[in-house]
Nanobody, 124 residues
Framework: QVQLVESGGGLVQAGGSLRLSCAAS????????MGWFRQAPGKERDLVAA????????YYADSVKGRFTISRDNAKNTVYLQMTSLKPEDTAVYYC?????????????????WGQGTQVTVSS
């Protein structure tokens, strides 16, 4: 089992930055695909960014390309999401998720482990 705990969310003005962290415990995540999803009220939960176990492969949704950066520190069993140039439409609950095996995929059902989420609110 893997437990994931997100932190770093909060309220920020448009144009500002936040860095989310996802700390894993229970098992090493060094081989897991790690993803950051977000869900706004009334909308589906979508993959925002993901990184392979090696860190070599990454995925970004079109809406965040050039603004968000995902990274991982396997020694610390932690994954990060650096968010810059934030927009009001980035407002959502952000979830960290782990996929134990396989490649980066977009569907939520492929990820076995989930954190509780952290709220990000961007004011205009």
């Amino acid at each position: 089992q893997v437990q994931l705990v997100e932190s770093g969310g909060g309220l920020v003005q448009a144009g500002g930055s936040l860095r989310l962290s996802c700390a894993a415990s229970g098992r090493t995540i060094s081989r897991a695909v790690m993803g950051w999803f977000r869900q706004a009220p009334g909308k589906e939960r979508d993959l925002v960014a993901a990184v392979s176990g090696s860190g070599i492969s990454t995925y970004y949704a079109d809406s965040v390309k050039g603004r968000f950066t995902i990274s991982r520190d396997n020694a610390k069993n932690t994954v990060y999401l650096q968010m810059t140039s934030l927009k009001p439409e980035d407002t959502a609950v952000y979830y960290c998720a782990a996929r134990a095996e396989g490649a980066i995929v977009l569907r939520t059902t492929a990820y076995e482990y989930w954190g509780q989420g952290t709220q990000v609110t961007v004011s205009s």
